[in-house]
């Protein structure tokens, strides 16, 4: 594995209680339409960093927008979460590369799709962790 490793959204919770740092790297769309993690009750606001643009065009500024908003701080931890778990690993590989502790968030904000195509098994809003849904 070439980042720290996988977790469920709700190890990811534990660990932004114990001060790691949210990055969500889905698009803008989807925190305006969707919702986002609601990171409130921990220490940190999660950061909003597009690996992808609509279209899947990838985003090249992603590592130095992340280097701008990421605390310079040794032994931060990022947890990187986009809507079923995909690009967050490629976007958890990069920044392990720069230099970043990375992990990534299973199953995602949204989760798997259900036989009816509905995200509604898993993901971070499934598992009732806290959103602000449609709204960023």
């Given at each position: ?23 969500d ?98 993901g ?11 709204s960023?």
């Amino acid at each position: 594995m070439s980042y720290a490793g996988d977790l469920t959204p709700q190890e990811a919770w534990a660990k932004l209680e114990q001060g790691a740092i949210l990055v969500d790297v889905r698009t803008e769309g989807e925190w305006a339409h969707i919702g986002i993690p609601d990171t409130k009750a921990t220490d940190n606001d999660p950061l909003f960093i597009p690996w992808t643009f609509p279209g899947g065009i990838p985003n090249p500024d992603f590592l130095s927008d992340l280097r701008q908003q990421a605390p310079e701080d040794d032994g931060a931890e990022l947890l990187f979460i986009c809507r079923s778990g995909q690009r967050s690993i490629a976007a958890a590989i990069a920044a392990t590369q720069a230099g970043f502790i990375s992990f990534n968030v299973l199953e995602g904000f949204e989760g798997e799709p259900d036989r009816f195509g509905e995200r509604t098994v898993n993901g971070w809003k499934n598992r009732g962790l806290p959103t602000n849904l449609g709204s960023r």
